[in-house]
Each structure stands twice: as C-alpha cells, then as structure tokens.
C-alpha cells in the first residue's frame, strides 16, 4: 500500500473541495500521462530498432525488458494507466482499491475535468464490474453508496448503468433512502434515475440493459 502512495500521492487533489487543490493535481496527472506517453513510445521505438537482430541476440532482450520496466514504472504514477491491469483474485483486498475509487469519484464528482485529463470507458466498466461484489468493508461500502448517490442524480453518461450493479452489492436501507429521496426530486432525469435503480433493487434477478431500462421508462411514463 505504502509504494501505491507514494507513486499515486498527488492523486487524493483531483476530488478536493478547493478548486485550486484540483487544478494542481489535474496538472500533475497531465504531467504523469505525458510522462507515461513518452515512455510508451520509447519501448515502441526500442522493439522496432531490435525487431531485425534474432532472437539469440541477449542485449535485444535486455533492451526491450529495460523499455517495458521503464514504461510499467511512468504507468504506475498515472491515472489511468496504474488501474488498468488488475491482479486476479480478490478486488477487496487489492492494494490499488482506493485508487480506484478515487477515479470513479473524480468522473462522478468532475465529469468534465475527468473527461479532459483521463477519460478511459473502458477502465471505469472495469472497475464498477469488479467493484460490484458482497462483502466490502464499511469504508467502501459508504463510497460506494455515495457514489450511485451522486451518478443517479446528473444526465446519463456512458457505462453509467453499471452502477446498478454496485446498487445491488451495496444494497441497503440507507441507499435505498437516498434513492427515494432523490425520486422525489424536481429533476426528471434524476427521478428516472433513480427510480430505475430502485426498481432493479427490487428485482435483484433482472438484467440491467439498455432494453430493460427503455422497458422500464415506457411503462413508467404510459409510452
């Protein structure tokens, strides 16, 4: 946990509440993306100029593990490149957990500077995919319960929808409050919203697709 901060440190500003703290440490994860670029193409460069010596050759491959070590070392300090890859077992007891975190708080919290600086779709399924499991210690679990909170309450945006399935892990009475509370409020979208994610707690063995949700708005609506 101790190398994860000190690689990733600078991270916990992106969702501070001073907007200064955030634009400095949207500075830094630009300059770790950079950082993280150059180094890619480094190795791209180091595999091309030793793709003609064979395989024999051993300093062809010391080249190539010191350019991939390089990168996995920029990668490490970057967002999103430090969650890509995820170790396979238990995600509860990944030291990069609350990194994760920290970058499904920075889309929900600051769409558009998370968008700007790390937009990736594709890690944030992954993470809320893999999130979405029982059995989360107290402090996730509150995160996590804050955080379909906030998403269910602003327009739709893409891979959204997979906090359902975090909804379900995290289901309790005091989501479900949270929920009820925003269904009650004057913002259409966000009384969709939230009334959809109430709905699939009710329905725990319902699929959650686009099909689903456009099933559940025509009957909710009279369309």
Same mark, same amino acid.
């Given at each position: 946990?101790?190398?994860?901060?000190?690689?990733? #440190?600078?991270?916990? @500003?992106?969702?501070?509440?001073?907007? @200064?703290?955030?634009?400095?440490? %949207?500075?830094?994860?630009?300059?770790?993306?950079?950082?993280?670029?150059?180094?890619?193409?480094?190795?791209?460069?180091?595999?091309?100029?030793?793709?003609?010596?064979?395989?024999?050759?051993?300093?062809?491959?010391?080249?190539?593990?010191?350019? !991939?070590? *390089?990168?996995?070392? *920029?990668? /490490?300090?970057?967002?999103?490149?430090?969650?890509?890859?995820?170790? /396979?077992?238990?995600?509860?007891?990944?030291?990069?957990?609350?990194?994760? $975190?920290?970058?499904?708080?920075?889309?929900?919290?600051?769409?558009?500077?998370?968008?700007?600086?790390?937009?990736?779709?594709?890690?944030? !399924? #992954?993470?809320?995919? @893999?999130?979405?499991? %029982? #059995?989360? #210690?107290?402090?996730?679990? /509150?995160?996590?319960?804050?955080?379909?909170?906030?998403?269910? !309450?602003?327009?739709?945006?893409?891979?959204?929808?997979?906090?359902?399935? =975090? %909804?379900?892990?995290?289901?309790?009475?005091? $989501?479900?409050?949270?929920?009820? %509370? =925003?269904?009650?409020?004057?913002?259409?979208?966000?009384?969709?919203?939230? @009334?959809?994610? $109430?709905? *699939?707690?009710?329905?725990?063995?319902?699929? /959650?697709? =686009?099909?689903?949700?456009?099933?559940?708005? *025509?009957?909710?609506?009279?369309?």
């Amino acid at each position: 946990m101790r190398r994860w901060e000190e690689r990733l #440190g600078w991270a916990s @500003g992106l969702t501070a509440d001073d907007p @200064g703290e955030r634009s400095a440490a %949207a500075a830094l994860c630009a300059d770790t993306r950079r950082a993280t670029d150059r180094a890619r193409d480094r190795m791209y460069a180091t595999w091309r100029s030793t793709a003609r010596f064979g395989r024999w050759m051993p300093w062809r491959q010391r080249a190539r593990l010191r350019a !991939q070590g *390089a990168y996995d070392e *920029a990668r /490490s300090h970057s967002l999103p490149h430090a969650v890509w890859h995820r170790p /396979s077992g238990d995600i509860r007891a990944w030291p990069g957990l609350p990194y994760a $975190l920290l970058f499904l708080e920075w889309e929900a919290r600051y769409p558009r500077d998370w968008t700007r600086h790390a937009k990736d779709w594709g890690t944030k !399924q #992954g993470l809320l995919r @893999g999130l979405a499991v %029982a #059995g989360h #210690g107290e402090t996730v679990r /509150s995160k996590l319960t804050d955080l379909v909170e906030v998403v269910v !309450q602003r327009p739709y945006r893409c891979k959204d929808r997979e906090y359902v399935r =975090v %909804a379900r892990a995290v289901d309790s009475a005091d $989501l479900r409050a949270r929920l009820e %509370a =925003v269904a009650g409020s004057d913002t259409p979208w966000a009384r969709r919203n939230a @009334g959809y994610v $109430l709905w *699939a707690l009710e329905h725990p063995d319902a699929s /959650s697709t =686009v099909h689903a949700w456009r099933k559940w708005n *025509a009957t909710e609506t009279g369309e």
